[in-house]
């Protein structure tokens, strides 16, 4: 969501500057040479127009329609990409300390990988749970899975987080399979 508020920031800027180099150019152009038609944009020619429209014109109404739906989608989007940061507890006054998912997923990943029979494990995490999918071919879930919830647990006790996440652990092996 982040890349998106990224580009629409970018395109709407690059639209802006646009507009108003057209503009600096079209003051500057009718300053030189007053009498002379516009030199890109008609703008008398939509002034006369605009003038003939008052604010219930059904023009006027839409465009505000069009405005207000696309500034809602911005609101809508720049709220979705807000920061995914894990708070950590603070170890200090005035001093606020967060960690990425990422990096919270990678310290329980290596974790869970180093315990014996585990083959592989994925790991995500948030602020609010960690996911593990883990794999053997030695154990089946039922010997595996409290094993690596007591591992798991060990490893976010190690680190200060305000909010402890939820864990859940899934073990895949041959051994549940037949």
């Known amino acids: 969501m982040r890349v998106l508020v990224r580009l629409l920031s970018t395109v709407l800027a690059l639209v802006l500057a646009g507009c108003g180099a057209l503009l600096a150019l079209e003051v500057g152009w009718h300053w030189w040479k007053p009498q002379s038609a516009p030199l890109l944009v008609p703008w008398p020619r939509w002034r006369d127009h605009l003038a003939g429209l008052d604010w219930t014109a059904t023009p006027v ?66 602020a609010r749970r960690v996911r593990v999918r883990a794999s053997s071919r030695l154990e089946d879930e039922a010997q595996l899975r409290p094993r690596l919830l007591e591992t798991v647990g060990t490893v976010l006790d190690e680190v200060p987080l305000v909010r402890r996440p939820k864990v859940t652990v899934v073990v895949d092996s041959p051994k549940d399979r037949r």
Do not use: C, H, K, Y
Request: cysteine-free; charged content about 15%; glycine content about 8%.
């Open 61 to 126: 109404r839409l465009t505000a329609a069009v405005v207000l739906v696309a500034g809602l989608l911005f609101v809508f989007f720049s709220l979705g990409a807000r920061s995914r940061a894990v708070r950590m507890t603070d170890p200090a006054d005035g001093i606020s300390v967060s960690t990425s998912p990422r990096s919270l997923a990678r310290m329980v990943g290596l974790a869970v990988r180093a315990q014996d029979n585990v083959s592989g494990a994925s790991v995500t995490a948030s």
